[in-house]
């Protein structure tokens, strides 16, 4: 069974620190937890009465592996997806694109497409050759990059890091 900690290894590698970019949609981010993700699942870390920018800026890396298991690992069903290398590829997406790294994929398998993973969605994943799906999955991911950059050119200045990351994420067996 795949191991959360591998991935997030992965994750903290790639995210920085605090982030402001004008042209980045998910906004104030701090190790790749954007603002609205702490607001949904974070807590007042500075005790005065909101949760805001500098909640977020005071967030931990105990902090985002509580957020990223809870709110992306577990989302995923991962703990049961018997390939680590697909657990990698499908919850990076999710952390990094939010349903559609469920809703993509889960019309890949041609399985129900409601973002939401349960035990036809796992036990289809399950089922399939995990080295051939890896692929299947990374082509999508940067399709998927290319129709959000064609859809919006001014995602374009992330376009290289994106595939970067992605290219990054190798399958291992």
């Known amino acids: ?5 591998l991935l997030f290894d992965f994750i903290r590698k790639w995210e920085g620190g605090w982030a402001d970019h004008k042209a980045d949609k998910g906004g104030k981010t701090n190790m790749g937890i954007t603002l609205s993700t702490w607001r949904s699942c974070g807590y007042d870390k500075d005790g ?3 949760i805001d920018a500098d ?9 985002v592996y509580n957020v990223f298991k809870k709110h992306y690992w ?12 697909l657990a990698n590829i499908l919850v990076d997406w999710v952390w990094a694109s939010g349903s559609y790294g469920i809703k993509i994929p889960q019309s890949l398998l041609q399985v129900q497409c409601d973002g939401i993973v349960g035990m036809v969605t796992l036990q289809t994943l399950n089922q399939t050759n995990a080295r051939e799906f890896f692929h299947v999955i990374k082509d999508a991911r940067l399709e998927f990059i290319d ?4 859809k919006d050119p001014s995602q374009e200045v992330f376009r290289k890091g994106w ?8 399958f291992v067996g």
């Open 55 to 63: 909640d977020l800026k005071l967030i931990t890396p105990d902090d």
């Open 147 to 150: 129709d959000i950059c064609r």
């Open 74 to 85: 577990d989302r995923w069903m991962a703990d049961h997806i018997h390939s680590q290398s």
């Open 1 to 5: 069974m795949a191991n959360p900690k």
């Open 48 to 50: 005065d009465g909101d």
């Open 163 to 170: 595939i970067n990351r992605i290219n990054d994420i190798k």
